[in-house]
């Protein structure tokens, strides 16, 4: 059985962390070799080698917008049996003057193995939309 004494906070700690980093796709590492991301356009199998390029363009594209990166708000867990954990986080972005966001996003993770990996990453809104909204962007 999983240690569930703050593991899951301490791996969302982790994860914030590395996306902070100067490379945020260190973060990757932190997924199954493949893994689920779904989000309100739908869900698609995607490769860990193929997800660090992806966090560096949009840590790039955030950073433009004047962020340092997501702060974890919250996570709450909900262990599905011995090995599985449905985590559900809140990330607070903000972006100097011009305001700052919350997004919530659900992740299924492997806490069994050697090191505890991510097996779907569910965003719970679109992030362009929610930064129009804010105003953000135009």
Do not use: C
Not at 75 to 81: F, H, K, P, R
Not at 97 to 112: H, N, W
Request: hydrophobic share 45%; charged share 25%.
């Amino acid at each position: 059985m999983a240690d569930r004494g703050g593991a899951v906070r301490e791996f969302f700690s982790e994860f914030q962390r590395r996306g902070r980093q100067a490379d945020p796709g260190a973060s990757a590492e932190l997924f199954a070799e493949t893994f689920l991301a779904a989000g309100p356009d739908g869900a698609r199998a995607v490769g860990r080698g193929e997800f660090g390029p992806v966090l560096r363009k949009r840590r790039e594209w955030l950073a433009g917008l004047g962020s340092d990166g997501a702060e974890l708000v919250s996570v709450e867990e909900t262990w599905l049996d011995e090995r599985y954990v449905l985590a559900a986080t809140r990330w607070r972005m903000r972006f100097g003057a011009k305001g700052e966001i919350e997004v919530v996003s659900s992740y299924l993770v492997d806490m069994g193995g050697a090191s505890p990996a991510i097996l779907v990453y569910l965003a719970h809104q679109d992030l362009m939309a929610a930064l129009r909204e804010a105003g953000i962007v135009g």
